[in-house]
């Protein structure tokens, strides 16, 4: 058993993995029996395009319970709200439907995603798409993987051969500085997909079914779970110019991949206001 002594007590993360993974699996089955009723509540938050549905407080209010339930010293953080310190070095974050307008939407990529921290380090992550119920999972140091397969990212070593994922924010001014980057990105690369969901595309990297991705804007709950399955996959995972993943531009991919991405994202300042 692996243990993690900065928590008090010492945790596994694989028995937080299997907390976790239990969890979701029966969030996802909430979000999905509550989706009819959820269209019709409906309200925003950041802009009027930036939406929370009832079901997304539903969710995390499970998720939440069924968590504290299990491990009452733990911290939470949640995207709809839910925040409190634990005092057992453990933190969960959770985004309950990472992909809201999908969900509004009926298009099928939108996930459950959970994280377990130790001392601020993610040990642990599960992400679930609600609708085809593909999960992917990670342990720090166990290797990330979808269902029992093991994942290894892409094998494209080339960037102008490379499908790469990104999105954008809801606010005006950051969607236009976005698009500057995007115009390009485009031109030098295979292919874009915005498919909606930082979560799903951070492990449709680890997979390969994205060779990289970029983002500006992620909040701590978009990013904590996929973050370790891309890093668990072998993909480097971060910011621009040293910094780590976060708000100012998260960065997945391979190494190859890395390299050319990250340079190219640095001389466009694409981690810079807007
Ligand atoms: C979504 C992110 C996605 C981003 C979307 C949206 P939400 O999170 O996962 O990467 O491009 O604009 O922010 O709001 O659906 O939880």
């Known amino acids: 058993m692996v243990t993690v002594a900065a928590a008090d007590p010492p945790v596994d993360p694989a028995e937080l993995l299997t907390l976790a993974r239990d969890v979701v699996a029966r969030a996802a089955e909430l979000v999905t029996a509550a989706r009819a009723d959820a269209l019709g509540q409906v309200s ?4 009027p395009t930036d939406p929370v549905t009832a079901a997304d407080r539903a969710a995390e209010r499970f998720v939440v319970d069924a968590i504290l339930a299990a491990r009452p010293a733990d911290g939470v953080l949640g995207e709809e709200g839910a925040e409190r310190p634990g005092t057992s070095g453990v933190r969960w974050v959770l985004d309950p439907i990472d992909g809201t307008v999908n969900f509004l939407y009926g298009i099928p990529a939108y996930a459950v995603s959970l994280a377990a921290e130790v001392d601020g380090v ?20 166990g290797g990330a993987y979808r269902g029992e397969t093991r994942l290894r990212g892409s094998a494209c070593t080339r960037l102008d051969r490379a499908l790469v994922g990104t999105g954008f924010g809801y606010d ?3 969607r236009r500085q976005q698009a500057r980057v995007l115009a390009e990105v485009l031109p030098v690369v295979r292919d874009i997909r915005r498919i909606g969901s930082a979560a799903l595309d951070l492990c449709g990297a680890a997979e390969g079914r994205l060779d990289a991705y970029y983002e500006r804007g992620l909040s701590p709950w978009d990013l904590a779970a996929g973050e370790l399955v891309a890093a668990e996959a072998g993909l480097l995972v971060t910011g621009l110019r040293g910094r780590p993943p976060g708000e100012a531009m998260t960065v997945a991919a391979p190494p190859a991949l890395h390299a050319p991405l990250h340079e190219l994202l640095v001389a466009l300042d694409a981690d810079e206001a807007g």
């Open 44 to 47: 925003t938050k950041s802009t």
């Open 122 to 141: 993610t040990v642990a992550g599960v992400v679930r798409n609600v609708v085809t119920g593909e999960e992917w999972s990670a342990t720090r140091g």
């Open 172 to 174: 005006a001014d950051r």
